[in-house]
């Protein structure tokens, strides 16, 4: 039974395209792109998370296309990317730099925004070429570079042995999620959204994770359980803003603080009370407007400005 990608109606519907593209990564991987607002417009990418696909970012979409050129894709395996058997951080950023070099012109620089996995995605991409020509800054939300699993509250239990085996085997699991009913809401509200989080935000985000397949998801959790991104972090040497929420239960704000203290050039951080992982669908305003102040301040607004930019970065 086919299941719905995404709500069909409401403020967290999809907008459709002004253009869809298929992007090949280094590896062949086939990568689903979508393109929003005027073509000449400022650019901002925007990286989902594990689990997700472009439908997260619908809310940011939306908003930003009316001024913005908003890039949107799939991580390979998630919405309308196939699988592919590379897992793996280096094919997270393989992905993101093909998005990049096929979306942008070569002196072109964006707002690149990455939530939780798609954050990791930027981290593990820092040193990349595409990433260090066409980054003008950075927004990381509800994300972290190591330590996941062992740092997760999802078990309430005390930071130990006990809660790492429990988590590793509840965000590992290989079972599948189901159909979207109130107790599926109920559980996934649990693990990753604010307990104040509206009925209508924990269906969108509920519709969007059951669509994942289940495969998909397994494999994915073990590379997020493996991961030691702390060198990434370090390497993005733009601008970069750090979200979180206080009551992130897979991200907790230690990751957050972490992040903060090793960017060579951090330009904030902010911790939104009682809210959960889900940060750009819990509050879209906020993390909309993040964004569009990253690119007011960064985003060089003539090509020639541009290529200025990027002489001085040489």
Wanted: net charge neutral.
């Amino acid at each position: 039974m086919s299941r719905l990608l995404h709500v069909a109606a409401g403020p967290y519907t999809p907008p459709a395209p002004a253009r869809e593209l298929t992007v090949t990564a280094a590896d062949g991987a086939r990568i689903h792109v979508e393109v929003h607002g005027p073509e000449d417009a400022p650019a901002v990418v925007l990286a989902h998370g594990w689990a997700c696909s472009t439908a997260f970012w619908a809310e940011q979409v939306r908003a930003l296309a009316a001024d913005h050129r908003v890039v949107v894709y799939d991580q390979r395996g998630h919405g309308r990317s196939p699988a592919n058997p590379a897992c793996g951080t280096e094919a997270l950023a393989d992905d993101l730099e093909a998005v990049l070099t096929a979306t942008l012109a070569p002196d072109e620089q964006a707002v690149i925004a990455g939530h939780s996995m798609g954050g990791m995605t930027v981290m593990a991409a820092a040193t990349r070429p595409a990433v260090r020509a066409h980054a003008a800054a950075v927004l990381l939300c509800s994300t972290g570079s190591s330590r996941l699993v062992a740092a997760s509250t999802v078990v309430p239990l005390g930071e130990g042995r006990v809660r790492t085996w429990l988590t590793r085997r509840i965000l590992g699991s290989r079972a599948p999620l189901g159909p979207v009913t109130p107790l599926a809401r109920r559980i996934l509200k649990y693990g990753t959204m604010g307990p104040g989080s509206a009925p209508h935000m924990v269906d969108a985000c509920a519709r969007i994770v059951h669509a994942c397949p289940r495969k998909v998801r397994h494999a994915w959790s073990q590379v997020l359980d493996l991961l030691d991104l702390d060198h990434g972090v370090r390497e993005l040497t733009m601008p970069v803003e750090v979200v979180v929420g206080t009551a992130d239960r897979l991200t907790p704000p230690v990751h957050a603080r972490s992040l903060a203290a090793a960017l060579p050039r951090c330009v904030g951080l902010t911790e939104l009370p009682g809210l959960g992982h889900m940060t750009p669908v819990e509050a879209p305003e906020l993390v909309t407007g993040k964004i569009r102040a990253l690119a007011a301040n960064h985003i060089p607004t003539a090509r020639g400005e541009r290529a200025v930019h990027a002489e001085e970065s040489a």
